[in-house]
């Protein structure tokens, strides 16, 4: 064999271990690398960029209607130190916290039931049809629930045979939480269905067959082991509902105004695009703490878990 031969052979075997990855030895990761650029360059042009945008805008004036570059403060003395963006902060922060609370405390035992109560054939069947309304039109969920709720909707129906009502369902708080809870709950349930789905069933047994009744199981040894599905449950639920726009709107009026109705009010009076904008930077800051947040606790309480054991 030949110098020559040897050294093609050699090149050969060099860029087909490129393309096969890292090896064994520790060689470095280039094709993993390669291919999450087209991931990384997803995220640059449809995130990152249009939030670097969003930013600018916020320094930018309007005049006559029309945008205008500019470095400019005003803005954000305008919004962060008006009483109107106050009370909206305010506002979204009760909604989205009581969202938030509903939906752990609701599907908490809806998931416990699934994943512990019911056959695995019915299992997968609550599965199923929890997950078909996430991918449903949430729009004609609302519209479902306008009609439900209406004054000659279904329940005030049922309510005036009995002589009571029509009530007003529609258009309070009460109305803007069932909205709310469409959204959230089917998602906090699956996140704690599949988190349950992952105990030890030897565990809640040995539980069972000391003695501990199911309220003492599910305290000491179903939450704490899901402890992290919890805060993701409700991390979830609360971005969920602080941004949403739908339900405020529609079963509500958008009477008060959250941050989302906000921006739109602000859009429509005299194109104060850079305004909205800064609501807008606003709620995304809002959404990152809460989200590191939680992220923190869930992450704090699992290691403090794991260095117990």
């Not at 096969?20 to 291919?35: D, F, H, I, K, W």
């Not at 106050?86 to 416990?112: D, E, I, K, M």
């Not at 405020?248 to 009076?269: A, E, N, R």
Request: hydrophobic content about 55%.
């Amino acid at each position: 064999m030949t110098a020559a031969s040897v050294t093609t052979r050699a090149s050969a075997l060099r860029r087909w271990s490129w393309l096969q990855g890292p090896r064994m030895t520790g060689s470095p990761a280039v094709l993993p690398s390669v291919l999450g650029l087209p991931v990384l360059l997803w995220q640059a042009v449809f995130f990152a960029a249009p939030l670097v945008f969003l930013v600018v805008v916020t320094f930018w004036q309007v005049k006559a209607f029309r945008l205008e570059p500019a470095f400019v403060l005003d803005n954000w003395s305008r919004i962060l130190f008006s009483a109107t963006f106050q009370r909206a902060l305010v506002h979204t922060f009760a909604v989205a916290g009581t969202t938030t609370l509903l939906a752990v405390a609701l599907a908490f035992p809806a998931a416990y039931t699934i994943a512990f109560r019911l056959s695995p054939r019915r299992r997968d069947l609550a599965v199923a049809f929890l997950v078909v309304p996430v991918f449903s039109s949430y729009m004609l969920r609302i519209y479902a629930w306008q009609i439900v709720l209406s004054p000659e909707g279904m329940i005030n129906a049922l309510l005036g045979l009995t002589g009571i009502g029509p009530l007003p369902l529609l258009g309070g708080a009460f109305s803007l939480q069932i909205g709310l809870l469409t959204l959230t709950l089917p998602i906090a349930v699956l996140i704690l269905v599949f988190a349950m789905a992952g105990i030890d069933r030897t565990l809640v047994e040995a539980a069972e067959n000391l003695g501990c009744r199911r309220a003492r199981v599910i305290m000491h040894v179903v939450a704490p082991s899901v402890r992290p599905a919890i805060a993701l449950a409700a991390t979830t639920s609360f971005l969920l509902a602080f941004g949403d726009y739908i339900s405020p709107l529609f079963m509500t009026g958008s009477k008060p105004p959250t941050l989302s109705i906000l921006i739109v009010d602000t859009v429509k009076s005299g194109s104060q695009w850079p305004r909205a904008s800064v609501i807008g930077v606003a709620m995304l800051v809002m959404l990152a703490l809460v989200l590191g947040i939680g992220q923190w606790l869930s992450s704090g309480r699992a290691t403090r878990r794991e260095g117990a054991r």
